[in-house]
Every structure is written in C-alpha cells, then in structure tokens.
C-alpha cells in the first residue's frame, strides 16, 4: 500500500512543481518539547540548549526540504511536565561524553507510550551531542538535517510525537522494537525505499556515517529482532553488530504528500474550476 502512496506521491509533487512552480512550501507551526533532563555538554563545549536552539533557524530557511516549519522550543530540565500542548517530544541523548549526563527520572514519570500519537521515532544516532561536539552543525546532511527531518515528520503527528536520541534505557517502555544493544558503529546505510522520504530528505547514508571516530561512533544502540508490524528501520548499519538504528512507528510518507497537505495543490483544483467556469 505505501508504495502505491509513494508512486501517487511522486506525480502529485510532479505536478506541484511543475504546474505550480512550487520549491517549498510552510506548514504549521510545531511546538517542540524538549526534555534536557539537566544535561551539560562537555568542558568548553558549546551550551547545550543555547546552540540546539539553532535549529529554529535551520529549520525555517534550509534549501534541502520543501515544508518549512516554524518551531518553538520548551526545554524541560526536571520537575513536572511543562502545562501546554505540545506537537512533539524530544528526549536528550545520554551518551557518556557529556559533562553532566541526562536524568531520565522526571520524563519516565510524567509520560509512557500512551502519551504519544501515531508518530515516535527511537534512534541510536546521538544527533544533539554531534550537532554540538562534531562534525556540527553544519551542512544540512549530518545531525543538523537528522534533527530537522525527525522532529518535522514527528512534530506532524496525530497527537504528540516523539524522538528519542540514543535515550537507552528510556524505550523500554514501548513494545516490539525487539532486542537493545549498545554499539560504536560508524557506518549508517538508509534503505532506497525510504531515500525520498521527508524523514530522510536531504540525507544520505555517507552524510549519516562516520560522524566520529572510535570509540565515539555515529550510532550507540542498534535493535535486531524488531516487530516489523509496529517499527520501521528506516536507518540501518552493517557494522557494530549490525541490525536497525533508526526505527519509527509509522511507514514515513513521500515528501508530495506532505506538500498536499500544506495545501499546496489547491491551486489545481481552483485553476481547473476557473477553466470550467470560463467556457
């Protein structure tokens, strides 16, 4: 079925681009949740929330995706939830090079898996600790583009949606996603079903490798034996021990289809009215 989708998505951006003369295109607004959990970055490292709050810039100008978002970030350090409705969730990384490691307390007891919508993603990519430590955060195709099309395609959910970065030890509380096991690998492979993918739009599967040599890899967990009627590998490594290092709980949608839901192809629908209308 999705890949019928996916065939029917690929006219319709055809046509969006082609008739309309459409590039890229705003969508709603996304309100991000993200929980810190009192991380501090590494000695003489960049500020954890001061330089990931970059991304609300990125994420409104960068050329390398077609729906540009305009965020809001509310960083939750500890305590209760912060009251508001929130589009997605994004739980800090709990790699073992930061300066002050993330405490998971607060989160795993204000939320559980029915606390999200139909959209959550798990990923062993530490995507924030290399988006401040190296490569950075730039170009587009490495952490800076990972974080963006998560939380994107996330941030798009019915009800909250959810990232999780290498939160290990934190995604036990959802079924299925098989056996966790923690890794250094360094290569990232994103299957060609998926390349077109928003959840994947302008990334390659070089760009997501070698972020770091040993013992610091790209990716820190990986899961083999993985339902695949609830998870997704849209990310998977051949080294470190192989399996999936990416796993979302729901089959991503062509870019077109997300610019149909912007409404972009309205102008379609009314141009042909006119035409009818004009004879």
Do not use: C
Request: aromatic share 10%.
């Amino acid at each position: 079925m999705w890949r019928k989708r996916y065939l029917l998505g690929r006219v319709l951006l055809a046509l969006a681009t082609g008739v309309l003369g459409v590039g890229t295109a705003n969508a709603a607004p996304i309100n991000v949740l993200w929980y810190s959990g009192g991380v501090v970055n590494m000695l003489g490292g960049p500020d954890y929330k001061t330089t990931l709050s970059g991304l609300i810039n990125q994420a409104a100008t960068a050329p390398e995706i077609a729906v540009h978002n305009t965020w809001t970030i509310t960083y939750w350090d500890s305590g209760p939830k912060p009251t508001g409705v929130f589009n997605v969730l994004v739980a800090a990384s709990n790699t073992g090079d930061w300066g002050t490691s993330v405490d998971y307390i607060h989160l795993t007891n204000a939320v559980n898996a029915s606390s999200f919508g139909d959209r959550v993603m798990v990923t062993g990519l530490d995507a924030d600790w290399h988006y401040l430590n190296g490569p950075g955060s730039t170009p587009f195709n490495g952490p800076q583009g990972f974080l963006i099309d998560a939380i994107n395609w996330a941030g798009s959910s019915t009800g909250m949606g959810g990232v999780f970065l290498n939160a290990f030890g934190v995604t036990v509380m959802f079924s299925g996603l098989g056996t966790n096991t923690l890794s250094t690998g360094n290569v990232v492979n994103i299957p060609g079903a998926f390349a077109s993918f928003p959840v994947n739009e302008g990334l390659t599967s070089a760009g997501l490798s070698n972020w770091s040599s040993s013992p610091q890899g790209s990716h820190h967990e990986i899961w083999t034996g993985t339902d695949p009627s609830l998870w997704t590998a849209i990310h998977t490594t051949t080294d470190g021990g192989g399996g999936g290092v990416t796993l979302v709980s729901a089959v991503p949608e062509p870019t077109s289809l997300i610019l149909l839901g912007t409404g972009l192809l309205a102008g379609l629908g009314a141009s042909a009215w006119r035409r009818h209308h004009s004879k």
